[in-house]
């Protein structure tokens, strides 16, 4: 899995994001993805994570106050780890602070692992790649699109400079779909009330691309309906054949899959 924080679903165009647009256009892509309210990215990974809207987990701001509700949550890795499937976590150069709560989480979440590696993206999809990991989860956190915005506003001259150095880095692990799932998508988009920010309740910093590819995805395929962030992760288990806690709060993505769909297992 692949996560683009901050990356807009208008920015993937074959000028700008030409891998990842190849990759949609041979795959399948939603049309109509949105993340979870707050469009933030701590309560968006937060959601990936559990499986359940920020309104279920609470976490919103970064910190450990997330560490009690845990217990009383089913998180995605925790779920992949008594199956016996690890799942490994690789991100940008953090800070020491920002490292020790991110190790701190994720290990309670039942992550296997956290390797930090690189500024850019294309240096984080080389450490991605270079994990060999052949089994269960590796998520691969780019940042550089949402640095970018911040800083210069959401699809500025230098935000599509960070949307090429993504699709870049997307490219390099586009390999990844020859013989696993590989799932593209962003936490929130951006610039939907303020050209700086993305926090605010607004459909342009709700909407998210996502796109699904490998061997048993449905091909040349467009998800038209309405796909939430919250279907990641049970969509995971469902791939792996593991049950789905029914506290999850989104659904499948059966449709996006080439046996669902021959099944007719709706989606
Ligand atoms: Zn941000």
New binding site residues.
Partial sequence: MVLA??LRPDAVTRTHMPSLDALARAYTQALRATTVRPS??VAALASLATGVAPASHGLIEPGLGFLTKLTRLRPLARELNRAGLPSRIVASDLLFSERAVVRVLAAAAGVTGVTSAGRRAREVAGAALAVHQTDGVLFVYLNDA?LA??LHGWMSPQYLEAAAELDAAIGALAVLADDSLLIVLAD?G?GGVTSH??AEPHLVNDRIPLVLAGPDVTRRHQLTGKVSLLDIPPTLLWWFGLEIPVAYEGRPLAQAFRTAALAGVAG
């Fill in positions: 924080d901050g933030r990215t949402d915005g911040h929130h951006g920010d993305h």
